[in-house]
């Protein structure tokens, strides 16, 4: 489980993983610096829909970014 959310306060980021979402963002950055690419992040895909925490707001897409 993967969850992206915009806290309380409207200026952080706060990103909520199980064990088998620290692998799965493991493999999509793994990803990202092989193939130098950008790779999104997807409600209902890749993150998940409901709230880790039910004060923040969603995040319904994020999108990793290679920079060279």
Excluded: C
């Amino acid at each position: 489980m993967i969850s992206v959310e915009l806290d309380e306060s409207n200026e952080g980021l706060e990103i909520y993983l199980d064990a088998e979402g620290v692998d799965e963002l493991i493999s999509y950055l793994t990803y990202v610096k092989a193939n130098k690419e950008s790779f999104h992040l997807t409600a209902g895909n890749e993150l998940q829909e409901n709230l880790a925490n039910e004060s923040n707001r969603g995040i319904k897409h994020a999108k990793l970014v290679f920079l060279e």
